[in-house]
């Protein structure tokens, strides 16, 4: 692994289901980041991490919950997908949450029927 | 309310020079970083400025004036793996990075 790695790189999932979108990082960073792009906006943070234990709410979280129980893992999960949630999602991490460069992994194409 | 702006499309010529222009109304002021997005994959960093004044990094420039809420990425002989979208980013008095929606630019030979 080098860098940040995103699993599944697409899906097409019933409005209802429960998701989880993997996200892993090998740079030992202690920061990590979840967003979605929707087009015609800019990136927005769902939810962050700035060590591991240790989560946080960003501008979008309802309807996602993620968890940090170790460095390199940060997985988003989806309750239960609504139509509203079809986007791209991308994981980014940066060395801390000050104002280090985030990197960000290749995302999940996600949509919601 | 936070708020960046910059130009939905720009269209340039291979060889040439293109400014693309950010503005931003934010919480507080810990840098600006652009950003540069292929279709169809994830962004990666070309700059970050704290300071007022200008960066150069081989044929990107990165400009900011904090006083003015702006900043501009100055593009140099351009290439047609230039054409991309360009994102401007300013993080916040939380640490946190509020996005433009980015600036499509488009190469032509």
């Known amino acids: 692994i080098a860098g940040i790695t995103q699993a599944p790189t697409s899906q097409i999932l019933a409005a209802g289901r429960r998701m989880t979108l993997r996200c892993t990082q090998d740079m030992r960073h202690n920061a990590m980041y979840w967003y979605r792009q929707d087009l015609g906006l800019g990136l927005r943070l769902i939810h962050y991490s700035n060590t591991a234990g240790t989560t946080g709410k960003g501008e979008v979280p309802d309807g996602y919950s993620v968890s940090r129980a170790n460095t390199d893992d940060f997985p988003l999960t989806l309750a239960s997908a609504v139509p509203s949630q079809t986007s791209v999602y991308f994981c980014?991490?940066?060395?801390?949450?000050?104002?280090?460069?985030?990197?960000f992994g290749p995302g999940t194409r996600l949509t919601v029927l | 309310g936070q708020n960046i702006d910059q130009p939905t499309e720009m269209t340039a010529t291979e060889g040439a020079i293109v400014q693309i222009n950010c503005t931003y109304q934010?919480?507080?002021?810990?840098?600006l970083f652009w950003y540069q997005q292929h279709a169809g994959e994830a962004p990666t960093f070309l700059s970050y400025?704290?300071l007022d004044g200008l960066e150069e990094k081989g044929r990107f420039s990165s400009f900011l004036s904090r006083s003015k809420g702006y900043s501009y990425l100055l593009l140099k002989e351009l290439q047609m793996k230039d054409s991309a979208s360009y994102l401007c980013a300013v993080m916040d008095s939380n640490y946190q990075l509020i996005w433009g929606a980015g600036t499509k630019l488009i190469i032509k030979p």
């Open positions: 934010t919480s507080g002021f810990n840098g």
């Open positions: 400025n704290v």
């Open positions: 980014a991490s940066s060395d801390s949450t000050s104002t280090d460069t985030q990197y």
